[in-house]
Structure formats: structure tokens, C-alpha cells
């Protein structure tokens, strides 16, 4: 059974920085693409950042570019966003994931194409 856990939300004032980790329980966790999604009130889940299975690949939604930054242990199964410059429509829940199909070289943005999730953790940025 695939579990996911994620940790680190809260209250931030805008310009701040906070740190997600996401523990995976998974025994073939080098295996897959790892992502990160979030969903704000009355909107679809999107897309955020994802790192492919062996690390080659990092992709980013245009929004959070160069402010945020995918990160993964293969040791500790875990897997990190580090979100500095907080905006106030950084503000929702954020969800850690794993890619449906193993090995993908190339991961995909689309929250079709994964399947285990976790609870969430909440981001709250004010202004």
C-alpha cells in the first residue's frame, strides 16, 4: 500500500518562504516521478512542480518559477518544495503525488497521470 504524507504548511505573510516535505511510503520509490499539486478554493487541482524518477528532469508551472524548487531524497523517501518569495495566490492546499507509470523519462504536468496521493497540507499567505 502507497502512503504519502505531507507536512510543513501554514501562515505566511507575503515575501516569506516556507518548506513542504512529503514522506513516501513505497518500496520502489526511485522508480517514479514525484509532484507536487495544490488546489485553492473553487479552482481545479494544478499543476506545480514534479522531478522525474532519477532526477534528471525538474519542470515548474510558469507561476512559481524561479521561486520555488523540487527536491528529493532516495534514501529517506522523501520529497521537498522549498517556496520562497510567498505570494497571497500562492494560498491553497498542496498536495504531494506520484506518477502513474514507472520510469518516465520525461514527467507529465497532467493530474491524470498520477495516481497516489496525499491529505494535503495548507498554505495560507496574507498580504
Known amino acids: 500500500q502507497v502512503q504519502l504524507v505531507e507536512s510543513g504548511g501554514g501562515l505566511v505573510q507575503a515575501g516569506g518562504s516556507l518548506r513542504l516535505s512529503c514522506a513516501v511510503s513505497?518500496?520502489?520509490?526511485?522508480?517514479?516521478?514525484m509532484g507536487w499539486f495544490r488546489q485553492a478554493p473553487g479552482k481545479d487541482r494544478e499543476f506545480v512542480a514534479v522531478?522525474?524518477?532519477?532526477?534528471?528532469?525538474?519542470l515548474y508551472a510558469d507561476s512559481v518559477k524561479d521561486r520555488f524548487t523540487i527536491s528529493k531524497d532516495n534514501v529517506k523517501n522523501m520529497v521537498y518544495l522549498q517556496m520562497n518569495s510567498l505570494k497571497p495566490e500562492d494560498t491553497a492546499v498542496y498536495f504531494c503525488?506520484?506518477?502513474?507509470?514507472?520510469?518516465?523519462?520525461?514527467?507529465?504536468?497532467?493530474?491524470?497521470?498520477?495516481?497516489?496521493w496525499g491529505q494535503g497540507t495548507q498554505v495560507t499567505v496574507s498580504s
Open positions: 513505497r518500496r520502489d520509490f526511485d522508480d517514479y516521478a
Open positions: 503525488t506520484t506518477d502513474r507509470h514507472a520510469w518516465r523519462v520525461l514527467p507529465s504536468k497532467r493530474v491524470d497521470q498520477y495516481d497516489y
Open positions: 522531478m522525474s524518477y532519477n532526477g534528471e528532469y525538474t
